[in-house]
């Protein structure tokens, strides 16, 4: 019954308000208290502790940039809830993908040497950028694989039970971060309204503190990704996280990610903004997101050792063209963007008008877009969808 409603280990019982205890079904005021506190004894909760001898045993996993792991004063850190907002294509999903991996990494490597929970709302997680990402830190894309538990969340509801399940997975699985991708996503679209709010903020509180508490007694890191909503401040307008007060001060630390000041779809440069972290100083920096994850620069090396036994893609950014292909091509292409998309074989209308909506207009456009970002945008259409409507555009330009 307690498992039920979240309570799953001894653990969040000796940790759960009383008041929340007590509603699940038929068990009661006296009886909930007595069970806390049995819990509470068992795990020696019930003494002060002298200040010398507490555990502040907090560790770092490597974000893959080290501006990034400068700023956040070592990299994400075990035991504390990070927030990361910021725009659509801002990097957190990358940022995400990239710890998933990095924390599988020993622990001289900037990693924990442990395993992740995936709580993905949105459903933008994709196995081939994990592939490439493990394969960038010279990590067995099908291991690190096996060491991801993911979970597609389809309401704000699965989100809280996902949540307490990820509890679980700390204890017998030996997960030590959990990424939920994103918050609010879910919470946004369900209770709409100002009459909503109440509701909302009490799902929300409970989802926090219950990822407080995984987080703190399995020293176990905790990556929330949230939206902005643009606020007017008197004449001027700022992003600002949604969820309130909940989310800003259940969160250790608050980063923010921004593509402002650069062309989000020219460059993959972004800027990062510590915006709230009690023991850090309010710095920011600059960060890249590549095909293998959030780096330093627009180009991550590859390991080439041939005891990998696994396949290196040319990333994303690089260009194999030499400039006189590349101009020729961009001639060409540019007479094709008169051309509809409609022209390319398998897509319609109704398909054409939702990837105007999404920013892809032309048919050099679509040649250029990132499928899986695509195919993650645009709903019903698989990656396998995306990359031939690719080919049918290249075999336009061909012809
Ligand atoms: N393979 C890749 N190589 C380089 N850049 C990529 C690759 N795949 C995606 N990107 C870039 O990453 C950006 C998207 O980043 P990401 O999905 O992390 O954003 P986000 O902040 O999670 O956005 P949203 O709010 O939509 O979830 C896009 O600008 C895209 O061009
Ligand atoms: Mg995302």
């Known amino acids: 019954m307690l498992q039920e409603n979240g309570i799953s280990t001894a653990e969040a019982l000796a940790m759960s308000p009383h008041s929340v205890v007590s509603e699940v079904d038929g068990l009661g005021g006296k009886t909930a208290k007595k069970l806390i506190w049995n819990a509470r004894n068992a795990l020696g909760m019930t003494e002060f502790t002298i200040a010398e001898e507490i555990d502040e045993n907090i560790e770092y996993i490597t974000t893959g940039s080290s501006e990034l792991n400068r700023i956040l004063g070592g990299g994400i850190a075990t035991g504390k809830l990070t927030e990361i907002f910021g725009p659509f294509k801002s990097g957190k999903t990358n940022l995400a993908h990239t710890i998933a991996v990095t924390i599988q990494l020993p622990e001289k490597k900037g990693g924990l040497n442990a395993t992740v929970a995936y709580i993905d709302s949105e459903n933008t997680f994709a196995k081939e950028k994990i592939k490439r990402i493990a394969k960038r830190f010279g990590l067995d894309p099908k291991k690190v694989l096996s060491k991801i538990h993911h979970a597609r969340i389809y309401s704000s509801d699965h989100q809280q039970q996902m949540i307490a399940k990820a509890e679980t997975l700390c204890k017998t699985r030996g997960v030590r971060l959990i990424v939920v991708d994103s918050l609010m996503a879910l919470l ?162 109704g398909t054409a008008e939702n990837l105007i909506n999404y920013g892809i207009s032309s048919i050099s456009q679509l040649i250029e877009s990132n499928p899986e970002d695509v195919a993650s945008k645009i709903s019903g259409v698989s990656l396998k969808k995306v990359q031939e409507w690719q080919e049918n555009a290249r075999a336009i330009l061909q012809t």
């Open 188 to 349: 946004r679209n369900e209770y709409v309204g100002i009459g909503m709010l109440a509701r909302r903020q009490n799902v929300l509180n409970n989802m926090i503190h219950a990822l407080s508490r995984t987080a703190e007694t399995y020293n176990c890191a905790v990556l929330l990704t949230n939206q902005v909503a643009t606020k007017m401040v008197g004449m001027f307008s700022a992003d600002d996280a949604i969820g309130g007060n909940i989310v800003a001060h259940g969160c250790h630390f608050r980063m923010m990610f921004k593509t402002k000041g650069f062309s989000s779809n020219n460059s993959l440069k972004r800027r990062a903004i510590i915006v709230d972290a009690p023991d850090l100083p309010p710095e920011e920096c600059e960060f890249f997101i590549t095909s293998a994850g959030i780096a330093d620069s627009d180009q991550v090396e590859m390991p080439k050792s041939r005891e990998m036994n696994f396949q290196i893609e040319t990333l994303y950014e690089e260009s194999n063209v030499n400039q006189e292909e590349e101009d020729e091509s961009n001639i060409e292409t540019e007479e094709l963007d008169d051309r509809d998309l409609t022209s390319v074989k398998g897509i319609g209308k």
